[in-house]
């Protein structure tokens, strides 16, 4: 069946409606009368599982959208920019994503100034300010099985993804507030341990020893704020490498408010490392989280794929480029 041409001016909305403790769901007639007061047309979709914004992403770039709307939080963004890296229809960069966040963390929206408020971030999607950000291709093993996924954000290997595992799981079991992700930070600072681990950028060998926590990204925030990668820059055709080696953790948390400003470089033993090219082997499996989500265990290999999804921004973030 032809289709329809006026499609791919309209936007296909994503809906994931548990995101934000039910935000999703509860708050999309606000946000789809946003929508419509400033013209724009939007055709709903809601997710009904985990990775079903994936299928989604793909269903509606065959339908023949080519503007697609995350109403949902960073795990969301994570599963459709991967529907948009597994659809066939059409090169990725002619597909443009904007987000609506209604999230716990909302990472993604901060490096790119884009507002919580509904009624601003469909302003940023209404004037159109479009950038073509970098996203990486990183494999894994999940049961002995080789992987492949996507990053949109940031990604973490080791103690990161134990706090993560840990934070999800407390979600799952329907905990909610800020304070489930620092219980998980420090009860996973008294559990975890460090394990052996070498780390090439570009082919070069830059750490080998006792990692406890290693931290690769694409954008800055990851957590609700944390800034583990402090200075990455989104289409620089480069991931910036975070590594933090095993060392005393009285002295390593009691510094903890620096990830929040952005000096966590001050710390010594503490190293930013940049390439195209990561890989990471073990010497016993360890965990990876990319965006949030948990997905596998060691080695790991990460592959930077250049300026190649186009995303709606910020009025500020264009600004503050020039």
């Known amino acids: 069946m032809p289709v329809d041409f006026d499609i791919s001016q309209r936007w296909a909305a994503i809906v994931n409606p548990v995101a934000g403790s039910g935000r999703g769901l509860e ?14 047309g939007v055709d709903a979709m809601f997710t009904l599982r985990k990775y079903h914004a994936t299928e989604l992403a793909v269903a509606a770039v065959r339908q023949g959208y080519r503007r697609i709307i995350v109403v949902g939080g960073d795990g969301t963004i994570h599963e459709t920019v991967n529907g948009i890296f597994i659809q066939q229809e059409c090169p990725t960069t002619q597909i443009l994503m904007a987000v609506i966040a209604v999230g716990t963390g909302n990472d993604w929206i901060r490096m790119f100034g884009i507002p919580r408020n509904y009624r601003d971030a469909i302003r940023s999607i209404k004037e ?58 420090f009860r996973e600072a008294l559990r975890y341990r460090a394990r052996r681990v070498r780390i090439e950028v ?114 500020k973030f264009i600004r503050d480029r020039a």
């Open 128 to 185: 159109g300010h479009a950038f073509l950000q970098d996203v990486g291709r990183v494999s894994y093993y999940e049961s002995k099985v080789h992987q492949v996924r996507y990053l949109a954000n940031v990604a973490g290997v080791g103690y990161d993804a134990a706090v993560c595992r840990g934070f999800n799981r407390l979600k799952e079991k329907g905990y909610r507030g800020k304070w489930i992700y620092l219980f998980s930070v």
């Open 27 to 40: 708050d999309w007639p606000q946000i789809s009368g946003l929508l419509r007061d400033e013209g724009i």
């Open 202 to 315: 570009d082919g070069e060998e830059v750490f080998r020893g006792r990692l406890f926590t290693g931290t690769v990204g694409i954008c800055k925030y990851t957590a609700g704020g944390l800034t583990q990668t402090p200075n990455a820059i989104a289409d620089d055709g480069l991931f910036d490498l975070t590594v933090i080696p095993d060392m005393n953790r009285v002295r390593l948390f009691s510094r903890f408010r620096v990830v929040y400003t952005g000096n966590i470089y001050d710390i010594p033993g503490i190293s930013l490392f940049r390439g195209g090219h990561i890989a990471v082997h073990a010497e016993r499996p360890i965990r990876l989280e990319i965006d949030g989500e948990i997905l596998g265990f060691s080695d790991f290999e990460f592959r930077i794929v250049e300026r190649a999804v186009r995303v709606v921004v910020s009025e």
